[in-house]
């Protein structure tokens, strides 16, 4: 930990020593000692600094760095292009997220970016009915009447990235800039450590290994549940059933990175590695799903309780609607992860090539929900790839209510994507348990950064819903959202997919839906 300031500090003793050889030896040695003196003050300053995460844990050599963006974008796209599979934006939307996090205006640019004539290109309606965004900060209620603690969640919000995914810093960081702008910040499947524990409000995610909840055997522990659920800073609980970067996959946390520290948030042994089955034990058909959310409903003390998955077959979620439909048990929400999503280690087959993207995979929620008639009774989240203003109303436009972010949050705590996640390397200290290099993330500093990055993204959603000639959210629908076609036409999303009307299953299910909802059933996931 104190390799970073040794270097600083023997910077400063060459300075000295080529000081006194310019005085005693030979005066050629002054302009060296003038160098050494600069380069050991600006490492100093660097190792004291907290905006630039880069060089306080590289102090000097991190400026090399900030030189080659002067000549950028050629260096930064050609560093997007040529890591393809990991970029999760382009440049553009990359700029945005620093600009708006660190409350400062980017380049203006000389027209758009977009290639506007392509094939998926998509944009909003606008109107000539425009007007000023009165609401910057919508609230989506969560928690029907079942809930005795229901909760206003914000419409972006922090996705799930777990501690030891992420640094203690980065994990705090984020909570505090929750806690400053009023939104909600998923835990992850790791459980709650203390540094979830900053004042933000808190989605605590179970997923399959019950980390913070299980018993000796890795099995779902109710008692150690209800002790944690029940803290204020707990305000909804979330079930994984899967995720966007590898549905049917649980996670593993090697041994050695399981320190006392992630043992005792996660509930696990110290030092023996951790592996979360691919499925729950705690229920195996969609009617123990339902039950087992009553369950977890009951011993929160109210709080809203649902699910985050990755949609695969479109028989299996029909399969939970209908066991919805016989017990009357619903959950309160639906986080639909999209395949696109994700920012830990993953399979690379897995990665690109299952489950749905969130695009087709949030229509078919919707629309199972309005198909069932229970949409109005469940809310949806939509998570895989927000990033900006156009992305929240995009997403409502087919289907949530709500966002989740975590990439463009990992980079509002500082991630330059320098695509070191897997190796406890990461430069700026987001995605390391070395806390020598998690002490270059200065929590205070990166806090305000999630909460100037989030507030403005909301506010710009809002004015984009203002300028359509809205008066709120709850008025997008799919004909606003335009898809590019081909090279000569563009078509809404209205237009594009069929959209199922209230009760539509139940009453006469169309034929090209009508084998799955046959075929679904409450007693098996088919």
Known sequence: MLIRPLVVF???????????????????????????????????????????????AFPILGHVRFLMELIRPEIRQYFIESNTEAAPFDRETRDLIYERAK????????????????????????????????????RVRLGGPECAQPYDIALLNVSAMSFGALSANAIAALNRGAAAGGFAHDTGEGGISPYHLNGGDLIWEIGSGYFGCRDADGRFDPEAFAAKATLPTVKVISIKLSQGAKPGLGGVLPGPKVSP??????????????ISPPAHSAFNTPTELVEFIATLRRLSGGKPVGFKLCVGARTEFLSICKAVLETGIAPDFIIVDGAEGGTGAAPLEFEDHIGMPLTEGLMLVHNCLVGTGLRDRIKIGASGKVASGVDIVSRICQGADFTMAAR??????????????????????VATQDRARARALDVTDKATRVHNYQSATVASAAQIVASMGLSGFDELSPAMLNRRVDGLRSRTYAEIYDWLM?????????????????????AQFV
């Not at 000389?110 to 290109?121: H, I, S, W």
């Not at 463009?408 to 200290?429: D, R």
Request: hydrophobic share 50%; with cysteine; proline share 5%.
């Open 103 to 138: 409350a400062t205006k980017g380049d203006e640019p000389f027209g758009t970016e977009r290639d506007v004539n392509a094939v998926g290109y998509e944009f909003l309606r606008h109107s000539l009915r425009a007007r000023f965004a009165e609401d910057l900060d919508p």
């Open 408 to 429: 463009a949050m990992m980079f509002a705590v500082g991630c330059i994507q320098a695509l070191k996640c897997h190796t406890n390397h990461c430069p700026t200290g």
């Open 502 to 522: 209230p009760g539509e299953l139940l009453e006469d299910p169309p034929e090209s839906w009508r084998s799955d909802w046959v075929e679904a059933s409450a």
């Open 261 to 274: 520290e992630i043992a005792a948030t996660r509930g696990v042994p110290v030092g023996r590695t951790v």
């Open 10 to 56: 023997g910077v400063w003793v060459l300075a000295v020593l080529a000081a006194l050889t310019a005085v005693l030896i030979h005066a050629g040695w002054s302009v060296a000692a003038v160098v050494l003196f600069a380069l050991a003050a600006l490492g100093t300053w660097d190792l004291l600094q907290t905006r630039h995460s880069i060089l306080r």
